[in-house]
T-cell receptor, first 114, second 113 residues
């Protein structure tokens, strides 16, 4: 099936730093979604992208749908302690009908050091 | 509006025991999904349903069964639990069509000893 390569696997940063993570695929995706999961909770949708080249912000978070439709990026500016968690990318493949759900990356674990 | 809820939140089973996990959503979503999450493996799809009375297999369906008797509920059953089924289970739902954005429940942590 489809696979998404998400990197980095984990990040150790200082409070106040900017964060960048990305997802890539060998095939084309129609939709890119970014989720955040906090310990003991389910993933929560942060940003949804529907068009190649689209750039969308949600507060300090900005995500982009790559022009090739094979990648997406998430940036977090001026990180704060509550940004800690696991960030997942997810996509809807161009070849899929959507019924069998999204393809998920394996997550980027963000750790913020005081 | 509670969104997606799951019961129970935690459960410990002995090998060979059976149990049912309940997922309920109040958003009138057509599609529902069951995933398992294991360290380093991300989210893997177990079974899904595109409507009341229909179910289909996902990536890792073995050892699980599901039922969707009512639109708002999706049940995941383990007939004979095995230690390999120790995991965190998430239910999700979506309104199909444009975006397929999935909304997740809080999860059920299952330990099989």
């Amino acid at each position: 099936g489809q696979q998404l390569n998400q990197s980095p696997q984990s990040m150790f940063i200082q409070e106040g730093e900017d964060v960048s993570m990305n997802c890539t695929s060998s095939s084309i995706f129609n939709t890119w979604l970014w989720y955040k999961q906090e310990p003991g909770e389910g993933p929560v949708l942060l940003i949804a992208l529907y068009k190649a080249g689209e750039l969308t912000s949600n507060g300090r978070l900005t995500a982009q749908f790559g022009i090739t439709r094979k990648d997406s990026f998430l940036n977090i500016s001026a990180s704060i302690p509550s940004d800690v968690g696991i960030y997942f990318c997810a996509g809807l493949p161009d070849s899929g009908g959507g019924a069998d759900g999204l393809t998920f990356g394996k997550g980027t674990h963000l750790i913020i050091q005081p | 509006n509670a969104g997606v809820t799951q019961t129970p939140k935690f459960r410990v089973l002995k090998t060979g025991q059976s149990m049912t996990l309940l997922c309920a959503q109040d958003m009138n979503h057509e599609y529902m999904y069951w995933y398992r999450q294991d360290p380093g493996m991300g989210l893997r799809l177990i079974h899904y349903s595109v409507g009341e009375g229909t179910t289909a297999k996902g990536e890792v369906p073995d050892g699980y069964n599901v039922s969707r008797l009512k639109k708002q509920n999706f049940l995941l059953g383990l007939e004979s639990a095995a230690p390999s089924q120790t995991s965190v289970y998430f239910c999700a739902s979506t309104l199909p069509g444009f975006s397929y954005e999935q909304y997740f429940g809080p999860g059920t942590r299952l330990t099989v000893t």
